[in-house]
């Protein structure tokens, strides 16, 4: 692996945990909206990604074999399932019953999620780091 491979793999890892930031600081901030455009409860939101795979030639072994270059955002899905009903008959999103759908975000799971988001953009903002260090020193060797 070159030290531009990791460095591609580490923004990649950059750009997918920014986004899961994003969308866990807009889950939380709709932990209360019962009403949304589209009608009905705030729906939460999940990042949806995968691994952008490549081939590649291995001199030593002398064949293709596939190697990992990073991630890529595919989409963001929604959460369709586990709202919580509450009874309030004076909300004006209230049913004929008296009871309000409430979105499905636990607030106490988006704070785990945040917090190892944050950690995980810490870690690739650490190994981008490593790896400028390493170009930089082996660009000084050269000289």
């Given at each position: 692996m070159s030290v531009f491979n990791s460095m591609n793999i580490s923004a990649t890892g950059l750009t997918l945990e920014r986004m899961k930031l994003d969308?866990?600081?807009s889950n939380i901030a709709n932990v209360?909206?019962?009403?949304?455009?589209?009608?009905?409860?705030y729906k939460r939101k999940e990042v949806v990604f995968e691994e952008i795979v490549k081939e590649q030639y291995n001199k030593s072994t002398r064949k293709y074999e596939k190697v990992s270059n990073g991630v890529k955002v595919t989409g963001i899905?929604?959460?369709?399932?586990?709202?919580?009903?509450?009874y309030n008959p004076e909300s004006p999103d209230a049913d004929a019953e008296g009871y309000v759908t409430m979105p499905n975000v636990n607030l106490l799971d988006e704070m785990v999620g945040l917090i190892e988001a944050q950690r995980t953009y810490e870690a690739n903002a650490t190994a981008l780091k490593a790896?400028?260090?390493?170009?930089?020193?082996?660009?000084q060797i050269s000289k």
């Open positions: 969308t866990i600081s209360n909206t019962t009403r949304t455009e589209e009608g009905g409860p899905a929604e959460d369709d399932q586990n709202f919580k009903k509450v790896s400028k260090s390493m170009l930089t020193k082996a660009t």
